[in-house]
């Protein structure tokens, strides 16, 4: 008798996580693209898939995300099933994600060292877990540079490292952006990481 294929979220069953447990990035991120697989396969509309992806990027528990999974999938020991194929993560992002992501980097050569990736964090990053991981990264990075040259100029080394410290920044922006089109992830040196 020949095997049915299964849908990927039927396997194995993962243990149920604690409702009160903080949710992690990726919890949200696998949140995100399910709702996105629903809506293209037109069991949500447009303000419904809106309106999920909203509360899954806010989602600071389990509790929080197992009510947007429930009703698309059934209730389960794991909320969250596996990527469906079409939707899991990889290199192939589309073209928009790609160049916000890359754009909340450049914003640095512009002169919007905080204020661009902060606005592309608070509208694009709503719907985009790649974009807001590069925003949030460039934000904090730039929230480093900000803090440094107030600081540095007291002591007469740091006076000297200032401009130092802006040209590194600039170089690596462009590097952030260029990473981001590549669609690979980049991490600041020596960031102080406050926005999470």
């Not at 396997?11 to 696998?30: C, F, I, S, W, Y």
């Amino acid at each position: 008798m020949p095997a049915t294929a299964t849908p990927p979220w039927q396997g194995r069953p993962a243990p149920m996580p604690h409702p009160q447990l903080r949710v992690t990035n990726q919890d949200r991120e696998q949140v995100v693209e399910h709702v996105k697989a629903a809506y293209a396969e037109g069991r949500l509309d447009k303000h419904e898939m809106d309106e999920r992806l909203d509360r899954a990027m806010t989602a600071r528990t389990h509790a929080d995300l197992m009510p947007i999974m429930n009703d698309l999938y059934g209730a389960r020991p794991a909320y969250v099933p596996r990527p469906p194929a079409s939707f899991a993560p990889n290199p192939a992002l589309e073209g928009g994600d790609r160049a916000g992501a890359a754009a909340a980097h450049l914003f640095a050569l512009a002169g919007f060292f905080v204020v661009g990736p902060l606005l592309m964090m608070v509208t694009a990053g709503r719907t985009s877990p790649y974009i807001r991981r590069h925003a949030v990264e460039a934000l904090n990075f730039h929230l480093t540079v900000l803090g440094a040259t107030i600081l540095l100029p007291f002591t007469v080394v740091g006076v000297v490292l200032v401009p130092v410290v802006w040209v590194l920044g600039l170089v690596l922006s462009v590097v952030g952006g260029v990473s981001a089109i590549a669609a690979t992830e980049f991490r600041y040196p020596l960031t102080v990481r406050l926005v999470k």
